[in-house]
């Protein structure tokens, strides 16, 4: 008798949370804590996000238009609904604070070096901007393969 052959997922992104970590690091931790400390910096905490019912750290101050949302759509952040909020959050929710956040006088930003040194391509712009202290720093994630690494992440985070 043949011996059953693995079925192999050969052709799915094999997917990498140090690189992950990396992109998360860059462009996610100026504004949410990735540690299990889980403080309140910008925006909620994303320590425990996977399994998570969206806006329901408490002390955190979500937009209306982003409690209003999940409040209908009713769902937890698992790897789905993670890919396509990060894919664009504006679409997600147009006027969710992610995308349209700007900082308080007080408040600053670093610079996402961890980011540049890897080989992913850098708005440059919006680099710019972020470094003036402003604005719409998170649009999204293009790039399918960082998506899934960020995520692979995310899912460590526990
Ligand atoms: C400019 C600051 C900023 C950046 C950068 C940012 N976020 Fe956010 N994020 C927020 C804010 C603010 C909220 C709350 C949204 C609201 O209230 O409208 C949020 C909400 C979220 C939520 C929902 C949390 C919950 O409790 O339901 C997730 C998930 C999330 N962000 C993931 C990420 C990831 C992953 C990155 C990096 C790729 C990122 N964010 C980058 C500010 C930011």
Same mark, same amino acid.
Not at 13 to 21: E, I, K, L, N, V
């Given at each position: 008798?043949?011996?059953?052959?693995?079925?192999?997922?050969?052709?799915?992104?094999?997917?990498?949370?140090?690189?992950? /970590?990396?992109?998360?690091?860059?462009?996610?931790?100026?504004?949410?804590?990735?540690?299990?400390?889980? #403080?309140?910096? /910008?925006?909620?905490?994303?320590?425990?996000?996977?399994?998570? @019912?969206?806006? #329901? @750290?408490?002390?955190?101050?979500?937009?209306?238009? *982003?409690?209003?949302?999940?409040? #209908?759509?009713? *769902? @937890?952040?698992?790897?789905? =609904?993670?890919?396509?909020?990060? =894919?664009?959050?504006?679409?997600?929710?147009?006027?969710?604070?992610?995308?349209? *956040?700007?900082?308080?006088?007080?408040?600053?930003? #670093?610079?996402?070096?961890?980011?540049?040194?890897?080989?992913?391509?850098?708005?440059?712009?919006?680099?710019?901007?972020?470094?003036?202290?402003?604005?719409?720093?998170? /649009?999204?994630?293009?790039?399918?393969?960082?998506?899934?690494?960020?995520?692979? *992440?995310?899912?460590?985070?526990?």
């Amino acid at each position: 008798m043949a011996a059953a052959i693995p079925i192999l997922s050969a052709c799915w992104y094999d997917a990498d949370s140090d690189r992950g /970590h990396a992109i998360a690091e860059a462009l996610c931790a100026n504004c949410h804590d990735l540690s299990s400390a889980a #403080t309140i910096k /910008h925006a909620p905490p994303l320590w425990k996000i996977v399994g998570r @019912v969206p806006g #329901t @750290v408490k002390g955190f101050d979500y937009s209306q238009d *982003f409690l209003t949302l999940v409040a #209908t759509k009713k *769902f @937890v952040w698992q790897e789905e =609904s993670l890919d396509f909020f990060l =894919s664009n959050p504006n679409q997600f929710l147009p006027d969710n604070k992610m995308s349209k *956040f700007e900082l308080s006088s007080t408040g600053t930003y #670093t610079t996402p070096e961890t980011y540049s040194t890897t080989d992913r391509k850098l708005n440059k712009a919006k680099l710019a901007l972020l470094k003036l202290g402003h604005y719409e720093l998170f /649009h999204g994630l293009q790039a399918s393969d960082e998506r899934d690494d960020l995520i692979e *992440f995310l899912y460590t985070l526990r």
